[in-house]
Every structure is written in structure tokens, then in C-alpha cells.
């Protein structure tokens, strides 16, 4: 991500050809207590997705996680046991200071 200046010191995964594992999303939990914290509402077939399928609880978000890569939101960033997830001015700004 550009924006943040990264380095190849990062471990990239391009989830769109090597989708999250459930052990991932897990751990994504682990660090926001929520998967609807992880959830991409601007993904463009989730109104879809939602229409059919009605989400009741937070377990139903996971659901979605695995499903389809467009409703992570991205990007993730895990440093220093700290994890950042999504493009705001603030999270890039937090992100920004983690790294320097």
C-alpha cells in the first residue's frame, strides 16, 4: 500500500487468488471481537448476498467473510501484534505511525 510506504518486508496475500483461510478470520477476531468490524459494506453484491441471506448474528458475518474475498474489508495490516483493517484517513494514519 503506497499510501503507507511498503516495504517487501510485508507479507502480501492477494486474497482474491488465495481466498482467507477460516484460521485467518479467526485471528482477524481475535484482535476486533467482531467479525462485523471486518465486514466491507460498500461491496458492491453484499446488499445481495444480504437480501437472501439475513445476518442475526455476528457468526453469520464470518460466513461472509469466507464466502467472498469483496467483503473483507481491506487492507489488513498486522503489526507488531497490533491489527489495522481498512482504508480510512485514520486507520492509514495509525498505520503510518506503527510503522515508523
Known amino acids: 500500500m503506497k499510501e503507507v510506504g ?11 487468488f488465495s481466498p482467507v483461510t477460516d484460521e485467518q ?7 476486533t471481537g467482531s467479525y462485523e468490524e471486518l ?8 446488499k ?8 442475526t448474528e455476528d457468526a453469520d458475518y464470518k460466513k461472509l467473510l469466507l464466502m467472498d474475498y469483496t467483503f ?11 491489527l489495522f483493517v481498512g482504508n480510512a484517513k485514520k486507520t492509514v494514519e495509525e498505520i503510518k505511525s506503527a510503522l515508523h
Do not use: W
Open 39 to 46: 465486514i466491507n459494506k460498500r461491496a458492491r453484491n453484499l
Open 72 to 82: 473483507l474489508k481491506r487492507p489488513v495490516f498486522e503489526i507488531d501484534g497490533k
Open 6 to 16: 511498503v516495504d517487501d518486508s510485508f507479507e502480501q496475500q492477494d486474497i482474491k
Open 25 to 31: 478470520v479467526e485471528g482477524f477476531y481475535k484482535h
Open 48 to 55: 445481495d448476498v444480504l437480501a437472501e441471506t439475513p445476518v
